[in-house]
């Protein structure tokens, strides 16, 4: 589990992320929602370690986070960013090998290849292993981080974490769906990883995700089950649209149903 | 995870391109091999490959592979072999230099001579000369070839650490920035080449041509051990960063994400390049381009992995400038082309295509 205690993050004078607590638990997906600047991807940093709060802790399996050894850490918790810089010709297969980083000690074994390639298989890329990275698109770029990712954190002994920020962005809807249901597969199906992820898709977040945190502003709206989190009222508050929530046809969750919003009358446009 | 994933029938896809590289690289070593043979061969003294091989077994205690006159054991004792071994070291060390920078700059344009690194280097070696003999002229002579080494990495030291701090906020480096800062450098360095050449006597001022073109004509035993010692720890030590620097060209956050101390890798790329460059401008003043031409042609044949791409680099780098240093002894002989004319002469044509290639994909200067 990783434990946000009145997280507080700072940029100079501004405040980006203001006493957020929250926990990420095994067999979860928690799903991070909010508004352009509401403080997701900090927030998401502060759990990962990248950035260290200006105020609060963040415990993982109860160790403040600071106290663990990177490469300790790296086995354990894996992390895809919204974009990586990677230009240069690597084969597909040697990206998601770079997530076998911390556990490799002198070289890679055929084991580690293994997994890279079945982690390659899990996000339905088993054929673009030979490819060149910079070849791909973004939606398949996005995918090899995600198999990297899997990789990293695939044979981690006991609990393990793995923290996505917004790994659906460059994803068709077909693609969007693959990966949340496999991402919540792992969470579900063995019940030691625990995922957050950052997500601007609400009715993604609430088909996927267990628990639902809403930010704005920095600051925690609402946390809990999706029904209970994605309510008109929060929305209202928290992105000012107008929605209408209304039964999912098939399943038991919500279904977020905009309203043509009026927040920018046309008589502004000239 | 295994049980959320069904493996099924699956097998390992045929990639072969691991024992690829391992070929490759057993190529370049041969291809090292084969340019020194030559290397050692041509010249006032011609020695042909089989007295290389009978000279060097006599000097192992091992007689009568060939016949071969004491001329040409001389010669190849004490001129060629020392020659055509400090080519192969300072070229490996000047490719897998270029290549750890480009990595940890991630950009394929770093090179210790463009970004002004070697200048640098060339700049505190001349200061030595120049104004060590007004300034200590009591010094003895061993001192003095060692001041000189260390002088020089000691210019490279701070001209990397400059270019890096100019070029870099917060963990992002700005290419064009860093080019631009390897000019204003290169230019800042020539100045003070400019000013020492005013204070300098006659035969210093020939010391100083040399420094600026670069030349392997000063080898000797002597030099050759210096410049293995000080970058020994750079070619031993940077291919064991190679799973670092493959990280790093995810990003630095992502390379922490990954367990790479990224901070001390940096720290350690940049005193091993600076101590190799160091090493390489002491003994045989500025050569140009190798840096950058090796890794890029190691990574347009054989991919951009540091895995195969440093140890790659390094022999090609080799290869590449023992070629270099035959052409530039042999071309106008019995005169010789000083080698950083012929590396430029070859290297920065290749570097005007390099950009107008990157340009038209739209990747370098972003």
Request: net charge positive; charged share 15%.
């Amino acid at each position: 589990m990783i434990v946000a205690e009145s997280v507080t993050v700072r940029a100079r004078t501004k405040v980006l992320v203001d006493r957020v607590s929250v926990e990420a638990r095994c067999g979860e997906v928690l799903a991070i929602l909010g508004p352009n600047g509401a403080g997701k991807s900090t927030l998401l940093r502060t759990l990962s370690g990248e950035r260290q709060p200006d105020g609060g802790r963040v415990r993982m399996r109860g160790r403040l986070l600071s106290d663990w050894r990177l490469r300790e850490r790296a086995r354990v918790r894996a992390v895809v960013a919204q974009e990586s810089v990677l230009a240069f010709p690597f084969r597909v297969l040697d990206v998601v090998l770079m997530g076998r980083t911390p556990r490799v000690e002198r070289s890679e074994s055929a084991h580690d290849e293994h997994i890279a390639w079945l982690a390659l298989q899990a996000v339905g890329l088993g054929t673009f292993a030979a490819r060149s990275y910079p070849t791909l698109s973004g939606g398949e770029r996005q995918r090899v981080h995600l198999a990297r990712a899997l990789a990293q954190i695939w044979d981690a002994s006991s609990e393990r974490y793995l923290l996505l920020d917004e790994p659906t962005s460059g994803l068709d809807i077909a693609h969007q769906h693959e990966a949340m249901a496999l991402v919540r597969r792992l969470a579900h199906d063995l019940a030691r990883t625990a995922v957050a992820v950052v997500l601007h898709d609400l009715n993604l977040a609430a088909q996927y995700a267990d628990r639902i945190l809403l930010l704005r502003g920095g600051r925690a709206v609402a946390t809990g089950t999706p029904s209970a989190v994605l309510t008109a009222d929060n929305l209202r508050h928290t992105f000012g649209v107008e929605a209408v929530i209304v039964p999912h046809p098939r399943a038991a969750m919500p279904l977020v149903v905009p309203i043509s919003p009026n927040a920018f009358p046309m008589e502004h446009i000239e | 995870m295994s049980g959320a994933v069904t493996a099924g029938s699956l097998s390992l896809p045929a990639l072969p391109l691991a024992k690829q590289g391992k070929r490759a690289l057993g190529l370049l070593a041969l291809l090292v091999v084969a340019a020194s043979f030559v290397a050692v061969g041509v010249g006032a003294v011609g020695i042909a490959p089989a007295q290389t091989l009978a000279i060097l077994a006599e000097s192992l205690g091992v007689g009568g592979i060939s016949d071969f006159a004491a001329s040409q054991q001389s010669v190849l004792l004490s001129i060629r072999l020392p020659r055509v071994l400090l080519s192969i070291a300072v070229g490996a060390a000047l490719a897998i230099s270029g290549a750890a920078m480009q990595g940890l700059f991630r950009n394929p344009l770093a090179d210790p001579g463009l970004v002004g690194i070697s200048s640098g280097a060339a700049l505190a070696a001349t200061a030595t000369i120049v104004l060590g003999e007004a300034l200590a002229p009591e010094l003895p002579e061993a001192a003095r070839t060692l001041l000189l080494p260390v002088a020089a990495f000691l210019g490279s030291l701070a001209t990397t650490f400059l270019v890096w701090r100019v070029a870099t906020r917060s963990g992002h480096t700005a290419v064009a920035t860093m080019l631009l800062a390897g000019i204003a450098l290169n230019a800042l360095t020539g100045a003070g080449t400019g000013v020492l050449t005013l204070l300098a006597t006659d035969p210093q001022l020939r010391t100083l041509t040399f420094w600026t073109l670069g030349s392997l004509n000063g080898a000797t035993w002597p030099a050759l051990w210096i410049v293995l010692t000080m970058s020994a720890p750079a070619l031993i030590l940077i291919p064991r960063l190679s799973r670092a620097l493959n990280a790093l060209l995810l990003g630095e956050a992502e390379a922490r994400h990954l367990g790479i101390e990224v901070e001390r890798v940096k720290a350690a790329i940049v005193l091993l390049t600076a101590l190799a460059v160091g090493a390489t401008v002491a003994a045989c003043g500025m050569i140009g381009f190798v840096g950058l031409a090796a890794p890029h042609l190691i990574r347009l044949l054989l991919g951009a992995d540091h895995r195969v791409l440093l140890p790659g680099a390094a022999l090609l780098g080799a290869a590449l400038l023992v070629l270099a240093d035959l052409a530039a002894r042999t071309v106008v002989a019995p005169a010789e082309v000083p080698i950083g004319i012929v590396t430029t002469l070859l290297g920065a044509p290749f570097f005007l295509w390099l950009m107008v290639r990157e340009a038209e994909h739209g990747g370098l200067f972003r």
